[in-house]
């Protein structure tokens, strides 16, 4: 298990990652966060899920590499 090595603004990184809520993803990619939950459901952002599965978590890096990569399609 990784323990957390620094939290800024709100932005936990574990190891090299950096973990995102629904609502700091929204903020990055400039959209509602309903937008970030709809786009996670369509497999258009990958989340990973915590516990039972209610909170979605989000890598920044497989954010910035989806907005790049133009993966996200904005409905």
Known sequence: MFRVERI??????????????VSQ????????KTTVRRLSN?????????GTGKHRRFKKKDVIEALEGEELIML
Do not use: I, M, N, P
């Open 8 to 21: 800024e603004d709100g932005v936990v990184e574990r190891g090299l990652e950096q973990w995102l809520t």
């Open 25 to 32: 993803a929204a903020e990055f990619l400039g959209v509602s």
């Open 42 to 50: 369509s497999g258009g952002l990958k989340s990973y899920r915590l």
